[in-house]
């Protein structure tokens, strides 16, 4: 049975999935997760690199992973993402067409990223006779850290894609008869927006707000500590009805400017689709997990809200059961993981 690591490395915590493929049958083999070094992701100090290596290497051994093989998840908020329109153009005269769209786009000189395109819908299909290019741009530094942290590890990197793209795949299989999906991704620092419609990314956006600045707010507003914040948020999160409405108020100004985002997205795909509408909204990340969380979004936008199970299609031996709930926290990796 061949199999690959999908490795998330968060603010937060590094989660490893294997995932092992035989034919069509998909059978989880290794699982877990361990905190990040503190603040080694914004470092360029080899002994920064050299401490999240050495908690890859403890993953792979306690989980008693066998693949050498790594996909590795790029951080949104580094990375630069957009669905672009171009006219119809050939392979050829759009290798060109990208060059020019990009220097439109992406605030770096193109010599300092690496760049990607993928058409996802040709003009035939879309509704403004033009085709619609996902257009991606990696810093080389950012790719560079990366796969020095790998090689240290004793890795071997096959891919390296965004966050949204690894999510967008884990989830496809859970919302297969839903046309219209989007995911809302709440990491540490940042809360990715996608759209999915008939399983094509058709819009993304990436916000500096997430699990860190709920918790700042708690602290602030309430005199916390940052681990009383943090405590607090995560066993009462945003019920209105604990704790007199205070935490839920607390945080407020965060959500406020969340949801403000996620209104946004539904109006553009309203403007774009017409009669179409978001149909789910899908939580994944960390903060996902809070509790009230899922009627907090569902009530602001009048849409069904559930959190993501990227485990659907996927075999599980009864040791993993503990998984079953961890889902939004693991939806990348295993999105890594079962890239074909």
């Known amino acids: 049975m061949e199999s690959i690591l999908g490795i998330d490395v968060g ?15 998909l059978t989880l083999l290794a ?4 905190p990040t070094p503190p603040k080694a992701l914004s470092s360029n100090i080899t002994a920064d690199y050299e401490a999240v290596a050495y908690v890859i290497k403890q993953l792979v051994k306690e989980t008693g992973a066998k693949s050498e093989k790594v996909n590795i998840a790029l951080p949104e908020s580094q990375v630069f993402t957009r669905v672009i329109e171009v006219p119809q153009l050939s392979k050829r005269e759009l290798v060109s067409a990208i060059q020019w769209e990009a220097e439109q786009y992406i605030p770096l000189p193109l010599d300092q990223v690496n760049m990607d395109f993928t058409i996802l819908r040709d003009a035939k299909t879309t509704t403004s006779g033009k085709m619609e ?9 950012l790719i560079e850290r990366y796969m020095t942290i790998l090689e240290l590890a004793d890795l071997e990197p096959a891919f390296a894609e965004t966050e949204i793209i690894a999510s967008s795949r884990a989830i496809a299989k859970s919302v297969a008869s839903v046309k219209n999906v989007m995911i809302v991704a709440i990491g540490a620092q940042t809360t990715d ?3 999915l419609r008939g399983g094509i990314i058709a819009f993304t956006r990436s916000i500096s707000a997430g699990g860190e600045a709920l918790s700042r707010s708690l602290s602030q507003s309430l005199d916390f500590t940052m681990v009383q914040a943090e405590e607090y948020k995560k066993t009462y999160g945003l019920q ?12 407020e100004p965060i959500m406020t400017t969340i949801m403000n985002e996620i209104k946004r997205a539904i109006a553009f795909f309203g403007e774009k689709f017409g009669s179409e509408r978001i149909e789910a909204i899908i939580l994944s990340g960390g903060s996902a997990k809070l509790p009230g969380i899922i009627s ?4 602001s936008v009048t849409i069904e809200t559930q959190l993501a199970n990227p485990w659907v299609g996927i075999q599980k031996e009864a040791r993993f059961a503990v998984l079953g709930t961890e889902g939004p926290s693991f939806t990348v990796a295993v999105g890594l993981a079962i890239r074909s």
């Open 11 to 25: 603010t937060h915590s590094i989660k490893l999935i294997e995932i092992g493929r035989e034919k069509d049958t």
């Open 31 to 34: 699982a877990g997760s361990m």
């Open 133 to 141: 290019v996902l257009l991606i741009a990696a810093p080389k530094v």
């Open 193 to 195: 927006i996608t759209i």
């Open 240 to 251: 209105r009805g604990m704790l007199e409405g205070k935490l839920v108020a607390a945080m």
């Open 296 to 299: 907090y979004i569902a009530e």
